[in-house]
T-cell receptor
Framework: EPEVTQTPSHQVTQMGQEVILRCVPISNHLYFYWYRQILGQKVEFLVSFYNNEISEKSEIFDDQFSVERPDGSNFTLKIRSTKLEDSAMYFC???????????FGPGTRLTVT | GENVEQHPSTLSVQEGDSAVIKCTYSDSASNYFPWYKQELGKGPQLIIDIRSNVGEKKDQRIAVTLNKTAKHFSLHITETQPEDSAVYFCAAQKNRDDKIIFGKGTRLHILP
């Protein structure tokens, strides 16, 4: 069964550093998303992406964040200058055109020290 | 703004008993209500969903009900088993490509 994959599984970085989280969505999907989950809290929407542009972004997704689909298979989330409060689990999701379902990857745990 | 409330935050049931998780949503434009199960260290996995034009849906031991007028929806798990222990999230979505709005989650413990 096709699945969304994410790398790395765990990323530790120092405050102020840039990080790039990588995702490979399901191959025939056209809609891509990033969500995050701070430890013990609910999953929150960050950004959606379709047709090589951002469809919607939340208040969390400020100028420090960017997304890119550089090569038709990868979907990346970049945080330019990490803050302590960016520590969270980041989930990538993708969706097709035939159903409402979004398929989630296993997540990347980002720890900012 | 858009919001999904979920209760209870923690639920413990004896193995074999039923578990019920309840949610309410605020945006009347919501059309799709998925339920996700999250096991430790993994991403949310869809277990069942319901569209706004349907009042109830069942899949083996899992059922969902939707009251669109009251903006309530519920997850029912019957004959609970140890592998049902996990965090369950209800969610709401408007259109096919829209963001998902999640509830805060319910940690379900199945007691032996």
């Amino acid at each position: 069964e096709p699945e969304v994959t994410q790398t790395p599984s765990h990323q530790v970085t120092q405050m102020g550093q840039e990080v790039i989280l990588r995702c490979v969505p399901i191959s025939n999907h056209l809609y891509f998303y990033w969500y995050r989950q701070i430890l013990g809290q609910k999953v929150e929407f960050l950004v959606s992406f379709y047709n090589n542009e951002i469809s919607e972004k939340s208040e969390i997704f400020d100028d420090q964040f960017s997304v890119e689909r550089p090569d038709g298979s990868n979907f990346t989330l970049k945080i330019r200058s990490t803050k302590l409060e960016d520590s969270a689990m980041y989930f990538c999701a993708s969706g097709g055109t035939l159903s409402y379902e979004q398929y989630f990857g296993p997540g990347t745990r980002l720890t900012v020290t | 703004g858009e919001n999904v409330e979920q209760h209870p935050s923690t639920l413990s049931v004896q193995e074999g008993d039923s578990a019920v998780i309840k949610c309410t949503y605020s945006d009347s434009a919501s059309n799709y209500f998925p339920w996700y199960k999250q096991e430790l260290g993994k991403g949310p996995q869809l277990i069942i969903d319901i569209r706004s034009n349907v009042g109830e849906k069942k899949d083996q031991r899992i059922a969902v009900t939707l009251n669109k007028t009251a903006k309530h929806f519920s997850l029912h798990i019957t004959e609970t088993q140890p592998e049902d222990s996990a965090v369950y999230f209800c969610a709401a979505q408007k259109n096919r490509d829209d963001k998902i709005i999640f509830g805060k989650g319910t940690r379900l413990h199945i007691l032996p």
